[in-house]
């Protein structure tokens, strides 16, 4: 089993936006080779000719410090194609294949996004109905990111029902649905902060024993401190890791057990924009990446 390590950019969209930037401080600040595109770096819906410039930089760069972009991922919280509205749903549908189809020309061998989000008169009054077009949705994106050549999209499980996959039953069925009739595979992108906090079963909000029974599924997994405060995406850093739950040991370990043959865990870091945190990001993360080798190299 080979584990990457890597770094998610959505704390980079407006601070380090710039790809001679990004580049520069994933390998020569972080020494890291791996990173998880995101969609506010090239919004997909810009000019055609915006995003092929775009493009050619971020291509230029990520070859000069050898930075792979393995995996994609939206940033933005949408309800994509959950939204009750079809124009609407049918707006992002569009706008998440032309951000499969950037992912693909970035060299992205997975890309995705959460499934879609419900609101709460279609939580109570058209579940099944939207359920059915988000799933169909998706298959129909697997057939656009064949085309281009992506091996597998991705989906990130979250937290409430509204938003999908939020317990272990849950995500195993929408997996096997959405793999019923898709075109290339459909995989996971776990977070192990993820899960939901209301379920009778605490294995729904555990991350070890969230990857204990989908790890197998998820190529990538979503990396932050885990504290008992309501504020998460936190780095690992001294202070938090006295007190955090995940545990790199213990991560690795359930991981291995899983059969994957490869998983890339992504840092995926919330800085505040207010001081001191936002101007210590770089100094968080750098810490992050070497208590995590410690684990890794050994």
């Known amino acids: 089993m080979k584990i990457n390590l890597g770094l998610h950019l959505g704390f980079a969209s407006t601070r380090f936006y710039e790809p001679k930037i990004w580049t520069n401080i994933v390998k020569n600040e972080l020494d890291l080779d791996h990173v998880q595109f995101v969609s506010d770096l090239i919004q997909p819906s810009l000019p055609k000719k915006i995003i092929k410039n775009e493009i050619k930089k971020i291509k230029f760069y990520t070859k000069k410090y050898k930075i792979n972009i393995k995996h994609a991922m939206t940033l933005p919280r949408y309800n994509y194609m959950g939204h009750s509205n079809p124009n609407i749903s049918n707006y992002w549908k569009n706008w998440l294949k032309n951000f499969i189809k950037i992912s693909s020309e ?9 499934l879609g989000i419900f609101s709460f008169d279609d939580l109570e009054n058209n579940y099944q109905k939207t359920r059915k077009r988000v799933i169909e949705g998706w298959v129909d994106i697997s057939k656009y990111a064949k085309t281009c050549g992506l ?4 989906w990130e499980p979250m ?4 938003e999908m996959g939020e317990t272990i039953k849950a995500t195993k069925s929408l997996h096997n649905e959405l793999n019923k009739k898709s075109y290339i595979p459909i995989l996971l992108n776990l977070d192990v902060d993820h899960g939901d906090l ?8 555990n991350p070890y024993k969230i990857i204990k029974s989908l790890g197998k599924y998820s190529p990538a997994i979503h990396l932050k401190q885990k ?7 936190k780095p690992f850093i001294k202070k938090y890791n006295k007190i955090g739950l995940i545990k790199p040991d213990k991560i690795i370990n359930e991981i291995s057990k ?7 865990l992504y840092f995926e870091f919330s800085f505040r924009e207010r001081e001191p945190f936002d101007s210590s990001s770089i100094k968080h993360i750098r810490e992050s990446v070497k208590y995590w080798r410690k684990y890794l190299d050994n």
């Not at 091996?151 to 991705?154: A, E, G, P």
């Not at 504290?227 to 995406?233: E, P």
């Open 106 to 114: 970035l060299g992205a061998e997975g890309a995705g996004s959460l």
């Open 151 to 154: 091996k597998y999209l991705i």
């Open 159 to 162: 937290s409430v029902k509204r």
């Open 198 to 205: 209301k379920s009778k079963n605490k294995d729904d909000y």
């Open 227 to 233: 504290t008992k405060d309501i504020y998460s995406h």
């Open 258 to 264: 899983t059969g994957i043959k490869e998983v890339t």
